[in-house]
Nanobody, 121 residues
Framework: VQLQASGGGLVQPGGSLRLSCATSGFTLDYYAVGWFRQAPGKEREGVSYIRRSDGSAYYAGSMRGRITISRDNAKNTVYLQMSSLKPEDTAVYYC???????????????WGQGTLVTVSS
């Protein structure tokens, strides 16, 4: 099982960014994929996850309304579209997978390496 997050970078406040999580070794129909972030000096927090069965989404409170999670089963890739970005969104963003419907990082078994998002003018 492997996950590889990409798409991070430097973006100005109010800007948009799309992160990608390329997966292998498992099927998105059977495993959920979540996005998490960790800012310097802070704990890792859940951002969103997409359910395995119907591909429906859950959004955590911190970025709700500014993000959309989606998946492309044919490409084994999950996306996180982020808009109206704020400096406080600066963090390393990780994708991970679980066979549960949960935002608890302890329930996620495999993690990607993370991609850095910096929101700054």
């Amino acid at each position: 099982v492997q996950l590889q997050a990409s798409g991070g970078g430097l973006v100005q406040p109010g800007g948009s960014l799309r992160l990608s999580c390329a997966t292998s070794g498992f099927t998105l129909d059977y495993y959920a994929v979540g996005w998490f972030r960790q800012a310097p000096g802070k704990e890792r927090e859940g951002v969103s996850y997409i359910r395995r069965s119907d591909g429906s989404a859950y959004y955590a409170g911190s970025m709700r309304g500014r993000i959309t999670i989606s998946r492309d089963n044919a490409k084994n890739t999950v996306y996180l579209q982020m808009s109206s970005l704020k400096p406080e969104d600066t963090a390393v963003y990780y994708c991970a997978t679980t066979n549960m419907a949960t935002m608890d990082p302890d329930d996620y078994h495999y993690w990607g390496q993370g991609t850095l998002v910096t929101v700054s003018s």
